[in-house]
């Protein structure tokens, strides 16, 4: 079955491009398209899409609200910011929105095939050691009310002690393999508490495992731990 994809973005040159890339996939099809993110939601109430590449400067309603929209929905299909990284330093603010990830715009054709099949697999598409190093540096772009960071440190105290710490490497960067060594856990144990993570916090993938980690001071800038 091919991955339905959207395309959302104002300049229709790019949309161009992003659809001849992937109507040559046996495995996928753009099934939609808009040009802001008023746009996107209305053809999202009548279209089954899978992932949505979403750009970040649009008119009418910018990429992270809309993407902070769709994903409120829990049947939400999987976002994948696309952002210019020099310009739109405020495709990151995508991350805590709910984004599975986000790519450049000049990425190769074969990297962004890449991510579109990893984010429908139910991956994210940034290595986390990549989402510290963007986090420490535009950690000012994610703010959090007072009220959030302190619901999300009471959800901290719903995981074990192994959770949390489990999390915090999560946070640091370290894959699964190098979780199981630090721990002397197998990784399919390491696996299984992911998950656990996952779903104690309610959240979609480990970007999003990052992304609170700072929020609740888990993890500092710089990569420490508290």
């Known amino acids: 079955m091919s991955i339905r994809v959207m395309l959302v973005d104002d300049q229709v040159l790019l949309r161009t491009g992003f659809r001849m890339v992937l109507a040559a996939q046996p495995d996928m099809e753009v099934v939609a398209e808009a040009g802001d993110g008023v746009e996107a939601l209305e053809v999202l109430r009548a279209t089954d899409v899978d992932v949505v590449l979403m750009d970040v400067r649009m008119p009418k309603l910018d990429g992270v609200e809309t993407t902070r929209r769709i994903c409120a929905d829990p049947d939400a299909p999987k976002v ?4 210019t990284f020099d310009l739109d330093e405020y495709a990151f603010s995508g991350l805590k929105a709910g984004a599975s990830g986000f790519m450049l715009k000049d990425v190769p054709p074969g990297e962004l095939l890449a ?3 990893s984010v429908h697999s139910g991956d994210a ?6 989402t510290r190093r963007l986090l420490n540096r535009f950690s000012a772009m994610l703010p959090s009310t007072g009220q959030d960071a302190r619901a999300a440190d009471s959800a901290l105290h719903r995981l074990t002690e192994r959770e949390r710490e489990v ?3 999560v946070a640091q960067g370290l894959s699964n393999g ?3 060594a630090r721990l002397v856990l197998s990784e399919a144990t390491v696996k299984t508490h992911v998950g656990r993570i996952l779903t104690k916090l309610g959240l979609r993938d480990r970007v999003q495992v990052v992304v609170l980690a700072y929020e609740t001071g888990l993890v500092r800038a710089g990569g420490g731990g508290r």
């Open 80 to 83: 994948l910011i696309l952002t």
């Open 115 to 117: 991510a579109i099949r």
């Open 125 to 130: 598409v940034v290595a986390p050691s990549t």
């Open 167 to 169: 999390m915090l490497l």
């Open 178 to 180: 190098e979780i199981a």
